[in-house]
């Protein structure tokens, strides 16, 4: 088993989803390989409670759950308008995922998420000790470290973004963007998801902060931190596991006598613009157009809980969705056959893992994405003797790992189509090698690679700074 790191974890990020036990549930990408990492670590997970008061106290709730212990904070109404569903969520996000189109850039916003990381700092601060090592995650917390270190704090801290880092010239339409960039240089290690992230970081810091680059070290005046891509994986060994238990066999079981003999398709994502659902859906209605022969033997199962419903953006594309999939299935159900079965609803993983496997295909087109951990769950989930096979965008971080995965663009309805028909009429030979490789490296670069490749960066830099 591997060791846990010497010093203790304390682990930040904005939601805090402790394990249930109970196959996981509904949790995002971070919360999962949170999870997963926190489970055999002796540190504390801090982050927002989810819920609000009126008038914020800096209490702490302290919780053990599962092996992981957790300490949250409740934040006020206005800062959840402000900093998740306002500066992290209609701001970040957006600009972060190229989609600039749908920033908003309100003062109102940028203020309550400075207000939110200094609460954060605030209450974080007594809790950290001796050589504990900090590690923050993702876009919400981009300035926690530079608070932090205001407060004194000297230990080593890392940030790790879970989302893309977006092109050098797209950054510059966010208002402070300097400011809020330069806040990078308080940590010791900041990690990205790809090469690409890194290489537009990278950019960013010549460009912007007139900053020099040598190998992984990144330096901006007196200020030098190691800039490095360790792309997230899965708790993989975890997830074979659970797409081989009771229930997964029983939800396969459940789900191929659904089928009929039909192949199906799947897709599984927040319902997230970014994750490209109206390009898949078009895409799939352009091989519905294109395969009459099709019609009947085919269908696609998309599973898209619903994500920040408080923000426009997602309420217009969850109607949009509606509408596309209702257009579709009426444009070409039958009286035993409906073209998409959509669902708005999550599963336990062990569910998920047997549905993944009942797939012949698994369809993850995002438009951008930092990662994309659908993607290794489905090749993780697949029966080795009679592999599914998986469409992915060249735009998901995935993509740089799984490259025998059939790699298409999202924005391209006939590169959808195309892939589609390729991949149900693959040879088992081309299915079995192709499968192979993409998980050798969803099992190599798992999870726990992943946290030992931070957490060793984070402190060998320590020690080189202190050399
Ligand atoms: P993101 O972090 O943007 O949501 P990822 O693909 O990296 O995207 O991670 C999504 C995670 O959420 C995966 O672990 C996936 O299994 C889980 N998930 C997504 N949809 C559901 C669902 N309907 N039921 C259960 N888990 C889900
Ligand atoms: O993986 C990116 C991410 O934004 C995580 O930070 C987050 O926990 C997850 O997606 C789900 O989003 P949210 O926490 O806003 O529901």
Known sequence: MEQCPMSRLIIISNRVQPPTGEGGGNQGGLAVALSAALRESSGIWFGWSGETVDEFTGKIDFQRNFGVTTATIDLEPQDLDEYYNGYANRTLWPLFHYRIDLAEFES?????????????????????????????????????????????????????????????????????????????????????????????????????LGGTIDGNRVTVGDHSVTAIACPIGIDADNFVEASQSAAARYAHYRMRQSTNGRDMIIGVDRLDYSKGLEERFLGYERYLSSNAGQHGEVFLLQIAPPSRGDVQSYQEIRSSLDALSGRINGAFADVEWVPIRYVNRGYPRDKLAGIYRAAKVGLVTPLRDGMNLVAKEYVAAQDPEDPGVLILSRFAGAAEQLTDALLINPHSPEDICDAIAQALAMPLEERQARWRACMDNVMSQDVVWWRKRFTDALEGAAAAAAA
């Open 108 to 208: 109102g916003f940028a203020e309550g998420y400075e207000r939110v990381n200094q609460r954060f700092a605030d209450t974080l601060e007594p809790l950290i000790e001796g050589d504990d090592l900090v590690w923050v995650h993702d876009y919400h917390l981009f300035p926690l470290g530079a608070r932090l270190r205001e407060k004194g704090i000297r230990n080593r801290i890392g940030f790790f973004l879970h989302i893309p880092w977006p092109p050098y010239r797209l950054l510059l339409s966010l208002p402070n963007h300097r400011e809020l960039v330069e806040t990078l240089l308080a940590y010791d290690v900041v990690g990205f998801q790809t090469r690409d992230a890194l290489e537009c970081f990278h950019d960013y810091v010549r460009n912007e």
